[in-house]
T-cell receptor, first 112, second 109 residues
């Protein structure tokens, strides 16, 4: 069965650069969630989208933005990268009416 | 204080042992989730519970809504069970997850 796809899987950027992370949800899923997991930390919710509209917002910095496109894929745009942005970024998807979320493999971002 | 607390934080067991990981939460939830995260990071959903008990292979998850407590049990543990087990709750259907601190399990052959 198709799973959540994230790209790239690994990304190395320098401070003050920008990065774009992509998430392709499971087909027919209408909701996408973004989470950030710092080294040795719990995942933290960043933002979610339902039917291409932002549905909830967590601890997402103002330097980050995200959107969900007409094909339901989502992109997380990160600007003015800081060393503290180094983390594993997970995308998850589900059908809004269902509780279970399906996680992608994550994108490991390293800011140097 | 974290809304979701897990214990223990670290657990080492001998192969074959019965393992229990506990999760307590302090908020109203629509469901509780047990997740598994292997080294390298990928997260896999093990169970979603809103009441009672679920079993999948050697894994059993229970939840007591009144006590706001859930347990994940692993029977006949195996080294391949070594991973971080995370308890997460969703406040209402479709909502974001609130994660516990995770329990790092190492099963020794």
């Amino acid at each position: 069965a198709a799973g959540v796809i994230q790209s790239p899987r690994h990304l190395i950027k320098e401070k003050r650069e920008t990065a774009t992370l992509k998430c392709y949800p499971i087909p027919r899923h209408d909701t996408v969630y973004w989470y950030q997991q710092g080294p040795g930390q719990d995942p933290q919710f960043l933002i979610s989208f339902y039917e291409k509209m932002q549905s909830d917002k967590g601890s997402i910095p103002d330097r980050f933005s995200a959107q969900q496109f007409s094909d339901y894929h989502s992109e997380l745009n990160m600007s003015s990268l800081e060393l503290g942005d180094s983390a594993l970024y997970f995308c998850a998807s589900n059908l809004e009416v269902e509780g279970e979320q399906y996680f992608g493999p994550g994108t490991r971002l390293t800011v140097t | 204080k974290n809304e979701v607390e897990q214990s223990p934080q670290n657990l080492t067991a001998q192969e074959g042992e019965f393992i229990t990981i506990n999760c307590s939460y302090s908020v109203g939830i629509s469901a509780l989730h047990w997740l598994q995260q292997h080294p390298g990071g990928g997260i896999v959903s093990l169970f979603m519970l809103s009441s009672g008990k679920k079993k999948h292979g050697r894994l059993i998850a229970t939840i007591n809504i009144q006590e706001k407590h859930s347990s994940l049990h692993i029977t006949a543990s195996h080294p391949r069970d070594s991973a971080v087990y995370i308890c997460a709750v969703s406040r209402y259907t479709g909502n974001q997850f609130y994660f516990g601190t995770g329990t790092s399990l190492t099963v020794i052959p």
